[in-house]
């Protein structure tokens, strides 16, 4: 019913930039919160970064004033910009939205496939 389609992860030497997209589709009725998680080989899921409805953000410490999360109600789209870009930001990316489908009352959270990472030299 409900799909989340992450692109644009790939290799990129440290110090780059790279910006993943996420889109939503199926039968919507409104999203609250998109979020951007990662996990990193041998690490528990960690939450990056995530946008209220009405364009709150909050980040993890450690890509704060790197990264920016941001998001375009009208495509259902939420976006990752991610620089100066480190080794350690290596993970795969997972795209996360809590929302609710047409005609149902309450909402649920969704996930996307996850798109890899890499950040090396």
């Known amino acids: 019913q409900v799909q989340l389609v992450e692109s644009g992860g790939g290799l990129v030497p440290p110090g780059g930039s790279l910006r993943l997209s996420c889109a939503a589709s199926g039968s919507i009725g409104s999203i609250n919160d998109m979020a951007w998680y990662r996990q990193a080989p041998g690490k528990q899921r960690e939450l990056v970064a995530v946008?209220?409805?009405?364009?709150?953000?909050h980040y993890a410490a450690s890509v704060e004033g790197r990264f920016t999360i941001s998001r375009d109600n009208a495509k259902n789209t939420v976006y990752l910009q991610m620089s100066s870009l480190k080794p350690e930001d290596t993970a795969i990316y997972y795209c996360?939205?809590?929302?609710?489908?047409?005609?149902?009352?309450?909402?649920?959270?969704?996930w996307g496939q996850g798109t890899q990472v890499t950040v090396s030299s």
């Open positions: 946008i209220s409805s009405d364009g709150r953000t």
């Open positions: 996360n939205a809590d929302l609710s489908l047409r005609f149902y009352l309450g909402s649920s959270p969704y």
